[in-house]
């Protein structure tokens, strides 16, 4: 198993036409993940042209909206490459879809912005946001949402759960030899969506996680809150 996404997971992409966007859903589809659409507004109706990863040739559609993407594909994870000054929208737009899971990669984000969106994707009861500021996550050989590179581990036992995007890539590389059933970057921004103790108890639940590594990083307290949520409810 994983947590919040698996091979089943059906994935847009949030600003795929953009140069960023372009080279991870790459990335993305190589691995193995369903990306099944991707959002630009304006550009509804074009498709771009990928590698997919048995080689041969996949067009990917563009999708004017959220709402149109998750009408015709189905899906329930979407990963946001767009501009700092667009992010807040462009969360908003996703959770008023109803997608259920949101992973921002976006960085230099206002404060303000996100405390906006965080709070509407709270509201909502519907959509968990991961970061912004983040890599966000990948289960090894089922799906891979966002930017960690695919080849510097595969799946396992372990789960991890990281405010650092470096150190995220440098723990699954360390501990390659015993993989992973899902990493996922929570992102070091002063507000987050999802945290290190929405993770702990995704990975306590996970009855194929039997380790968990948790990385921190300088400033704030999440760590130490993270350690009481522990010496209560993690085994």
Do not use: W
């Amino acid at each position: 198993m994983a947590i919040f996404v698996t091979r089943d997971s059906k994935v847009i992409v949030q600003g795929m036409t953009g140069s960023e966007g372009r080279k991870h859903t790459q990335r993305m589809l190589a691995s193995g993940t369903q990306v099944v659409g991707g959002v630009t507004p304006g550009k509804g109706g074009q498709s771009v042209e990928f590698d997919g990863p048995s080689g041969a040739t996949v067009q990917v559609p563009v999708f004017g909206s959220v709402g149109e993407a998750v009408e015709a594909t189905g899906a329930d994870v979407t990963v946001i490459f767009v501009p700092a000054k667009f992010t807040r929208p462009a969360v908003i737009e996703a959770v008023d879809a109803g997608i259920p899971l949101a992973v921002c990669i976006t960085e230099g984000v206002p404060v303000k912005d996100t405390a906006e969106f965080f709070t509407y994707a709270q509201a909502s009861g519907t959509t968990r946001l991961i970061g912004p500021n983040c890599p966000g996550l990948i289960s090894p050989g089922q799906a891979n949402a966002g930017i960690i590179p695919a080849d510097i581990s595969g799946p396992g036992r372990v789960g991890l759960v990281s405010k650092s995007g470096t150190l995220t890539y440098q723990m699954m590389y360390e501990l390659r030899d015993f993989g992973f059933s899902t990493a996922i970057g929570i992102g070091g921004d002063p507000i987050i969506g999802t945290t290190h103790i929405d993770a702990l108890e995704a990975f306590e639940n996970d009855p194929d996680t039997d380790a968990i590594v948790l990385i921190g990083e300088i400033g704030g307290d999440a760590e130490e809150r993270a350690a009481a949520y522990i010496k209560d409810h993690v085994t």
